[in-house]
């Protein structure tokens, strides 16, 4: 039973075009909704995280929106670059700590 | 600031062999956890140990076992490799644990295939 349910699988953008990865989650708990960047050969890193009482957090060019009722939320990369090229999951923890819940992953691609 | 470093970062093991996964954090973080990462699975949790001392199952912890041998180190133990944990391991660790969502940071991996 997946608890974070992430898509797309992959995703291909042009240079400066706006990526959208969406995640939804079945546990109404969780309470702390991290986004982690990883490229090949590398551990993930956290990008950007947000907590249920706001529903948009936005930091440079990453952005998370989130929707309570609808349990889902989205990480939007504007201009994204080729730099940004890399492996995107979500993950949910509940009522405190790390014992996070990931998503699949979304393999993004920014072409030029 | 080496952050979590995880050793070997490469294995191959035969069927039935025993090895040891290391890592260690130099961040005086409490909280440390081992997850495998496969294709189209995203990261599951392994095990995990909220503060020194103490350890708890993840989502899949069968074939597997821990030591959390001091707030520092964290291992990882398959006594009797198959080729279903061929994976990548990743060993991470974050500050707080009770009441507190902080930062978790992971190593670099470890990339294990059992023949």
């Known amino acids: 039973q997946q608890q974070v349910k992430q898509s797309p699988q992959s995703l291909i953008v042009q240079k400066g075009g706006i990526s959208i990865i969406n995640c939804a989650y079945e546990?109404?708990?969780?309470?702390?909704f991290p986004w982690y960047q990883q490229f090949p050969g590398k551990g993930p890193a956290l990008l950007i995280a947000?907590?249920?009482?706001?529903s948009e957090k936005k930091e440079g060019r990453f952005t998370i929106s989130f929707n309570k009722s609808a349990k889902q939320f989205s990480l939007h990369i504007m201009d994204s670059q080729p730099g940004d090229s890399a492996t995107y999951f979500c993950?949910?923890?509940?009522?405190?700590?790390?014992?996070?819940?990931f998503g699949t992953g979304t393999q993004l691609k920014v072409e030029l | 600031n080496a952050g979590v470093t995880q050793t070997p970062k490469f294995q191959v093991l035969k069927t039935g062999q025993s090895m040891t996964l290391q890592c260690a954090q130099d961040?005086?973080?409490?909280?440390m956890y081992w997850y495998r990462q496969d294709p189209g699975m995203g990261l599951r949790l392994i095990y995990y140990?909220?503060?020194?001392?103490?350890?708890d199952k993840g989502e899949v912890p069968n074939g597997y076992n821990v030591s959390r041998l001091n707030k520092r180190e964290f291992s990882l133990r398959l006594e009797s490799a198959a080729p279903s944990q061929t994976s990548v391991y990743f060993c991470?660790?974050?500050?707080?644990?009770?009441?507190?969502?902080?930062?978790?940071?992971f190593g670099q991996g470890t990339r294990l295939t059992v023949v």
């Open positions: 991470a660790s974050s500050g707080g644990w009770a009441g507190r969502n902080t930062e978790a940071f």
């Open positions: 546990n109404t708990a969780f309470d702390y």
């Open positions: 947000i907590r249920p009482d706001v």
């Open positions: 993950a949910a923890s509940t009522g405190g700590g790390n014992k996070l819940t």
């Open positions: 961040m005086n973080h409490n909280s």
């Open positions: 140990s909220a503060s020194e001392g103490t350890t």
